[in-house]
């Protein structure tokens, strides 16, 4: 389908005083250019475009690309009504549609329906200046834009399309119930691309060739208001026998483009309906073709309005003739969806079984797992999250889970293992509200646990709980100690503690805490910078501060120079230092800093 110009440039003419009239009188306006020379349509000369009567035709051509042109027959409205139009449309090698406008209240109120020199047709309302599509673009089967014959049937809010004597629409909008008609010419590119425009030399007929970016010819054009003529065209094109299957299926696909679930699904069944009837016309009882295409967008039309029976259905047509085809493969997608809304866990446990196959496909095992859960085979749900979490080890949920499921299965230190995996995952990405769920059960199965306490501690740090961040560090270094063989430590852990002692004032043990963290980490300058820094806090006057300071600098990223200015700060507070070497330490320290 080609897009609509979501930025069109409107160019609304005829902005004269007009005589409104409500003369709603039954007659039939007939105007055929090839028998006269007359016009019913307001000409005005327009730097935009002409429109003049020419060689049996009303001519209207374009001088600007991507603009909408319409001109209209004045003081004449009407309500219910046919509109029979003979349209030739030239796209002189670029993209135009050329269509009728109709109900038009004014200048911005009013329905346009444009036909494509592609082969595509679009109904438009437009309401204070804005349009907004009824039937966005629609193929057309076998139309090839340049010549039709155009029907619109209104008829209260409902209005038809015919085009060559076929159907290709239908929609019921009550926005205008009456209004003027006019001839509608669009474009939207040129056949360079560009815009095209050159001042027209001449008037009418004389207009040169090249002046334009499209052209449109009206041959003919009807009005007819006569109540009978209208209900028996009304009846007869909306009965499903006059109406082509294949019409209403194009038309279906638009509304579900367009996210006009009902509409489109409506369509889908009104095609079936009619070859259903053609097929009981030479053979009864049996029903007509439901192609593999159709059956999955209604399924998904269905699925959209939460007809979840219906939707069903139609997934189980194609998975019984068509399993190992690309819409088989959709359906399977769509049958998981509905199960899962459903929460008929047993049913999608065994369907995801049959069906979905692929163990490489990370959503076969994440879906695995939730059935068993939701089952209550906690092992198998677990073992299935641990199959997702191998696929993708940075997403600490499927650990999570896995852990979760654990701990009911009654395996309390494998469930207390993944707690831990998944905590510092979501530690590493900051993910504090993951973080926060899996605490409580990180505290009570990792009561015992040095690393347990200390992923408890960093994340009462990060929640600002400094008395349980300190309470948790202690715990977690006292079970180290019980620990054979001692397992490695963790330098965050000793670096956070000490910060929290130094808030709390006990300098001398957040040193000694900061001074391991730095030896765990030597090639950490944050950890360095911030030992010297509390040692000069704590009035430490040690000249050799400065070298540390240099040293952590020189591994810290620093682009500001922010971190080098800070030590030079620091090193003032050191009294026995004289001013000139203040000076050249602040210098020298702003030189070592990564940039």
Known sequence: MVPFLRRF??????????????????????????????????????SSYNAYPSKGSFEMG?????????????????????????????SLGGYAAAGLTFHIRDDEAYYIALFSG????????VRDGAPKPLIAWTDIYEFNGKNFNLNIITYGTFIVFLV??????????????????????????????????????DEGASA??????????????????????????????????????ESRLRLAETFAVMGESSKALEQIIKAWQRRDEAIRAVSSGEEGVRTKK?????????????????????????????????????AIKEKIKILNDLKKFAELKDFVLKYAKNKKDINYHTLLARCYFELKDYKKSAAAWDKAFEMN?????????????????????????????????????????????????????????????????????????????????????????????????????????????????????????????????PDYGLFRFKLAEIKLKAG??????????????????????????????LLRTINSASNAGKVKGAKSLKQNGKK
């Open 9 to 46: 440039s409107y160019f609304l003419f005829n902005k004269i005083n007009r005589r409104k009239t409500e003369n709603f009188s039954e007659e039939k306006l007939i105007i055929d250019f090839s028998k006269t020379k007359k016009s019913p349509f307001d000409i005005k000369s327009e």
């Open 62 to 90: 374009l001088k600007k690309a991507k603009c909408i042109a319409w001109t209209e027959i004045p003081d004449r409205e009407y309500q219910d009504h046919i509109i029979e139009a003979r349209i030739r449309l030239d």
């Open 118 to 125: 592609k082969g595509y047709f679009r109904l438009d309302v």
């Open 164 to 201: 060559n004597g076929k159907w290709i629409g239908e929609i019921s909008d009550d926005s205008f119930n009456s209004g003027r008609v006019g001839f509608a010419l669009a474009s939207y590119e040129t056949a360079s691309g560009e815009t095209a425009f050159q001042e027209a030399g």
């Open 208 to 245: 040169k060739q090249n002046e334009y970016v499209c052209k449109a010819f009206l041959d003919y054009i009807s009005i007819d208001t006569r109540i009978k003529s209208i209900e028996e065209k009304y009846k007869k094109w909306t009965d499903p026998l006059n109406i082509n299957a």
């Open 294 to 330: 159709e059956l999955l967008l209604a399924a998904r039309m269905s699925l959209q309005l939460r007809q979840y029976d219906e939707a069903e259905s139609f997934i189980d047509s194609i998975l019984e003739q068509w399993a190992d085809s690309a819409e088989g493969k959709e």
């Open 393 to 521: 080890r940075e997403n600490g949920v499927y650990a999570a889970n896995a852990a979760n499921a654990l701990d009911l299965a009654d395996k309390k230190e494998e469930a207390l293992s993944r707690f831990i995996t998944a905590g510092k995952i979501f530690l590493n990405q900051d993910n504090q509200a993951e973080l926060g769920v899996i605490m409580p059960k990180l505290s009570i199965l990792g009561s015992n646990n040095w690393e347990a306490r200390v992923l408890v501690g960093k994340w009462a740090f990060s929640i600002e709980d400094y008395d349980r961040c300190i309470t948790e560090f202690s715990a977690a270094n006292k079970i180290m100690g019980a620990v054979k063989p001692k397992p490695e430590a963790d330098p965050a852990h000793y670096y956070l503690w000490g910060l929290v002692l130094n808030m709390k004032g006990k300098n001398t043990e957040a040193v000694r805490l900061l001074e391991r963290a730095v030896k765990l980490a």
């Open 540 to 569: 430490i006057k040690d000249l050799s501060l400065a070298k540390e300071l240099k040293l952590a600098l020189s591994s810290m990223d620093d682009p500001d120079g922010k971190m080098a200015e800070h030590a030079a700060k």
